[in-house]
């Protein structure tokens, strides 16, 4: 059983930044694949950033170079540092361990304009 505890979301302006943490509890965390997706209201759930056990990354174009994922074993803790941010990142965002049905419960970012 894996539980994935969000936090980090909030209300921000354009061109500002946020930090997602995503903390997991199990004891396979370290080699697992952990995913960063969003939910715009209205449309489907997206992958945005991906991170491999050993560190390897891929984005989404729509965040590429502007958001960076990153993980700390030790803490059994994924991050996304999201800079640049702009009004079309409002969104619930979630993190996934790998790919499996262990969810976080979301958390709500928005970017005023």
């Known amino acids: 059983q894996v539980r994935l505890v969000e936090s980090g979301g909030g209300l921000v302006q354009a061109g500002g930044s946020l930090r997602l943490s995503c903390a997991a509890s199990g004891s396979m965390f370290s080699v697992n694949a952990m995913a960063w997706y969003r939910q715009a209201p209205g449309k489907q759930r997206d992958l945005i950033a991906i991170i491999t056990g050993d560190g390897g990354t891929k984005y989404a174009d729509p965040v590429k170079g502007r958001f960076t994922i990153s993980r700390d074993n030790a803490k059994k803790t994924v991050y996304l540092q999201m800079n640049d941010l702009k009004s079309e990142d409002t969104a619930a965002y979630y993190c996934?361990?790998?790919?499996?049905?262990?969810w976080g419960q979301g958390t709500q970012d928005t970017v005023s304009s």
């Open positions: 996934r361990y790998g790919t499996t049905n262990f």
